[in-house]
């Protein structure tokens, strides 16, 4: 009897006997045969032209037909937005964004650029337009460059525009200062604050940067915007509907801040009627006819403005008649209420308006649209609004 194990053996070695025969015959069949094979492996050059057809403008006239053209880079589709005022965003107004910030603000105003790139610029493209009076580094240049593809400008404030105007005694100043920051005044103690205020009340829209734009939209480092405004360009807004003055936040003043202000103003009117609009907004800032000030004002560290209105006659002689007061100094007028006491007696009641559409924080401060429609595009709560006191000095604006 045979055994099992050599019967196994057998069996294989009998197997690939047979499967190398079968394949010595195949191979020797296929390359003796002349006619042509039923699968092509290697096709010939006339068949591989089927299959991959030759690109000229004879065979296919439209390349994009059989090889899709590249989709441009989020930078380039950015940047041909930006230089195109008619391509497929629609027109653009002459604007820019404004940022009046020191070196140290470097990583907030990153912050608030992706934010604001996010929800409205990366679409519409308007350039930025950066101040400071000091130089800024190369290390905050390189990375609010690399915040957006937008064109990009750095300047400095001249030094005449950042200092003290000749007839300032600084020592009094300096006591007056000291008496504010005794008394807790918001910033009464802060020397470089005032300079700031003044030069935001009557030299931004001067500088050389900024002359060549008609509208400016203020933004300031650590801000944010909870709103998509992705299909609403508000500078188009200010420029169709021929508004001189956006804002979102109203608040009223600090008292202690501005002690003869209204006084001054009262005086300026006086002085110049021709200065003031007929179809004025002096009711919102006064519940007497002009005999006291509310103290209400628009929040400027969110302000959209035509800059003609700023330079003005009416305007910079405004700011020059309260320049040469002191009060910027002596006291702490702020740019707010400048702006704003300008605004309500110097324009239209139509010309100056309020972005509801516009979602916008800054510190405590917020304003978060409450209509549904608005909510859809928004993520704010209305619960954190500017409590009542914003809410009257708004009501009263809205209700003039």
């Known amino acids: 009897m045979i055994p099992r194990r050599l019967v196994a053996t057998a069996r294989r070695i009998l197997l690939f006997a047979l499967a190398f025969l079968a394949g010595f015959l195949f191979e020797h069949t296929r390359n003796r045969s002349s006619t042509t094979p039923s699968v092509i492996l290697h096709p010939q050059p006339q068949e591989q032209a089927q299959l991959h057809p030759v690109v000229t403008n004879t065979i296919i006239p439209d390349i994009s037909s059989v090889i899709p053209l590249p989709l441009p880079t989020t930078t380039e589709t950015t940047t041909n937005t930006a230089q195109n005022d008619t391509g497929n965003m629609g027109p653009r107004a002459n604007a820019a964004f404004v940022v009046l910030l020191q070196n140290k603000d470097l990583h907030d105003m990153r ?120 299909d609403v360009d508000p500078f188009m807004i200010m420029k169709t509907k021929k508004y001189k003055y956006g804002f979102t936040i109203a608040l009223p003043e600090f008292v202690d801040t501005i002690p003869t202000l209204w006084e001054n103003v009262k005086r300026f009117r006086k002085l110049h009627p021709q200065h003031i609009a007929k179809r004025n907004s002096l009711e919102w800032i006064s519940y007497d006819k002009g005999d006291t000030y509310n103290n209400c004002h628009f929040w400027s560290n969110f302000e959209i403005v035509d800059t003609s209105f700023f330079r003005s006659k009416a305007y910079l002689d405004f700011f020059q008649f309260l320049d040469d007061t002191g009060g910027f100094f002596y006291e702490r007028w702020g740019d707010a209420p400048i702006h704003s006491i300008a605004a309500a007696l110097m324009l239209d009641r139509r010309e100056i308006h309020f972005f509801n559409e516009v979602g916008y924080r800054h510190g405590m401060y917020e304003h978060c649209p409450e209509s549904p429609e608005l909510q859809l595009k928004c993520a704010c709560d209305p619960k954190d609004n500017v409590d009542w006191v914003q809410f009257s000095c708004l009501r009263r604006f809205l209700e003039t």
């Open 111 to 230: 912050k608030t650029m992706r934010n604001l790139e996010s929800v409205f610029n990366q679409k519409h493209g308007y350039p930025y337009v950066f101040l400071n009076n000091v130089p800024f580094t190369e290390h905050f240049k390189t990375h609010i460059r690399a915040m957006t593809t937008s064109p990009v400008k750095f300047g400095l404030i001249p030094k005449e525009h950042w200092s003290y105007p000749s007839f300032i005694n600084k020592t009094q100043a300096a006591l007056n200062r000291e008496d504010m920051e005794n008394r807790n005044v918001p910033y009464g103690e802060s020397e470089s604050y005032r300079h700031m205020c003044r030069y935001m009340s009557g030299f931004i829209f001067r500088h050389d940067l900024v002359q060549e734009y008609d509208y400016y939209w203020r933004v300031e480092p650590g801000v944010s915007f909870s709103c998509d405004l992705l």
